[in-house]
T-cell receptor, first 111, second 113 residues
Framework: KNEVEQSPQNLTAQEGEFITINCSYSVGISALHWLQQHPGGGIVSLFMLSSGKKKHGRLIATINIQEKHSSLHITASHPRDSAVYICAAMNSGGSNYKLTFGKGTLLTVNP | DAGVIQSPRHEVTEMGQEVTLRCKPISGHNSLFWYRQTMMRGLELLIYFNNNVPIDDSGMPEDRFSAKMPNASFSTLKIQPSEPRDSAVYFC???????????FGPGTRLTVL
């Protein structure tokens, strides 16, 4: 069983819809990352958070440490948001840079 | 800054051959990571270095894999001998120790026939 679980695996939305991607983890973490991987393969770090909420443009990431759960929200979605979104838990132990990844959520936003 | 640089971008080789993947981290970053991505297993950490020293290599699959970081601006991941199951995209990433946000290279797509 993967220590980081994402849902849904696939998500199709119409342009303008509000998107939510969920991430649950079972390990103790020092931080949680959200990454975006575009169809060309490049990976970009969107957020790193250890508590509360962060916002960047139309993207919002939240985390609930007690419930071991994080969400990534996209407001007013656009076809260019189509990508794979990956959450990754950063260990809280000695190897505290080690990331454990979810399997990713494939988001397709149709015009 | 040019970002994390990886070479080659694509590599096709035959089973049994030695493969060397190269990475140049962002200048000033003192942590470097090697990842492997496959359809079946997703992204997996293979090894990471802090200040050129390997810290955690528990993700290295077996003795056929080795990684070095001889200086702050260069790292290699070597597979010898390569096998078809090593076919994957290999990413290198770097970060500054104090903020831990990782910047990924474009990846090397390896195909072992």
């Amino acid at each position: 069983k993967n220590e980081v679980e994402q849902s849904p695996q696939n998500l199709t939305a119409q342009e303008g819809e509000f998107i939510t991607i969920n991430c649950s983890y079972s390990v103790g973490i020092s931080a949680l990352h959200w990454l975006q991987q575009h169809p060309g393969g490049g990976i970009v770090s969107l957020f790193m958070l250890s508590s509360g909420k962060k916002k960047h443009g139309r993207l919002i990431a939240t985390i609930n440490i007690q419930e071991k759960h994080s969400s990534l929200h996209i407001t007013a979605s656009h076809p260019r948001d189509s990508a794979v979104y990956i959450c990754a838990a950063m260990n809280s132990g000695g190897s505290n840079y080690k990331l454990t990844f979810g399997k990713g959520t494939l988001l397709t936003v149709n015009p | 800054d040019a970002g994390v640089i990886q070479s080659p971008r694509h590599e096709v080789t035959e089973m049994g051959q030695e493969v060397t993947l190269r990475c140049k981290p962002i200048s000033g970053h003192n942590s470097l990571f090697w990842y492997r991505q496959t359809m079946m297993r997703g992204l997996e950490l293979l090894i990471y270095f802090n200040n050129n020293v390997p810290i955690d290599d528990s993700g290295m699959p077996e003795d056929r894999f080795s990684a070095k970081m001889p200086n702050a601006s260069f790292s290699t991941l070597k597979i010898q001998p390569s096998e078809p199951r090593d076919s994957a995209v290999y990413f290198c990433a770097s970060s500054r120790q104090r903020d831990r946000i990782q910047f990924f290279g474009p990846g090397t797509r390896l195909t072992v026939l």
